[in-house]
């Protein structure tokens, strides 16, 4: 009766803002605090940081391919050497903003197209691993249940943890719908905290195609920049406490 609900923040940029990291930092036990590749400035990502650290939130690196301009929803062909610099050069600046503010980076989420890649692609996914090692083995991974990374992390030593999504549509075969087809994002506030409900007392969930498929979550995410974040998580966060559920960090 223990669960996460984590949610993706520090993706402001510049003169653009991009969700409420401050008012979701009192509802999330975990943070996935962008690390500059596919969002947020080191202003930004320093404050949100600091945030965190007041609020008691457990931060966890939200590495991406280098892609600004798309938001890090873009395949990036890279090599994976090159790949595991770019993570690494993350990992590096976020351990270092954090210690800053008297917290510290306790897993890594991969962000957008590279978290989806690295589900099934088994070189960016070793890239992605090799590079948390090299920067720091204590750190956990959150990922897809099934998930190839998940599989070459556990081999090489680091804790992996399951992730499910409170927004986002399934396939049946348990990976996410692509955002470029019809319903794959989930913005009824009500039938969202409903679902997690379900996510986490039944371990299942009901797919895009009506079939009920299986999900097994350490962490549950809502997606900080959708418009309806801040009332989606809280009422998430009163639905797993009406449920009994003992909400926090699990990867502190």
């Known amino acids: 009766m223990r669960i996460d609900l ?3 923040m520090g993706e402001s940029y510049g003169r653009w803002t991009l ?7 009192d509802v999330v036990s975990s943070a996935n605090v962008a690390c500059g590749f596919h969002a947020g400035d080191p202003a930004g990502i320093l404050k949100t940081l600091a945030n965190a650290a007041e609020n008691g939130v457990c931060v966890g690196a939200h590495v991406a391919y280098h892609d600004l301009a798309g938001f890090g929803r873009r395949f990036v062909d890279e090599q994976p050497a090159d790949l595991k610099a770019d993570v690494m050069y993350q990992l590096a600046a976020l351990e270092g903003l954090a210690a800053s503010v008297g917290t510290h980076v306790s897993y890594v ?3 957008g197209a590279l978290y989806n890649r690295i589900v099934h692609d088994e070189r960016h996914a070793r890239a992605v691993v090799d590079a948390i090692v090299a920067i720091d083995p204590s750190l956990g991974l959150l990922t897809l249940p099934g998930s190839v990374v998940g599989e070459i992390a556990a081999a090489a030593g680091l804790r992996v943890f399951r992730e499910a ?5 399934y396939m ?9 087809q019809p319903g794959a994002v989930i913005s009824d506030v009500d039938a969202v905290a409903a679902r997690v409900s379900r996510m986490a007392s039944a371990g299942e969930v009901v797919a895009i195609d009506g079939s009920v498929i299986p999900v097994a979550a350490d962490s549950v995410c809502v997606h900080g920049d959708s418009p309806s974040a801040v009332a989606m998580a809280r009422a998430i966060r009163a639905r797993l406490d009406a449920d009994g559920f003992d ?4 990867a502190k």
């Open 6 to 8: 984590n949610s993706d």
């Open 247 to 250: 909400v926090r960090a699990f």
């Open 172 to 180: 049946p075969d348990g990976t996410l719908v692509p955002r470029t």
């Open 165 to 169: 999504f409170a927004d986002r549509a």
């Open 109 to 111: 989420k991969p962000h």
């Open 19 to 25: 969700g409420d990291d401050h008012a979701l930092l």
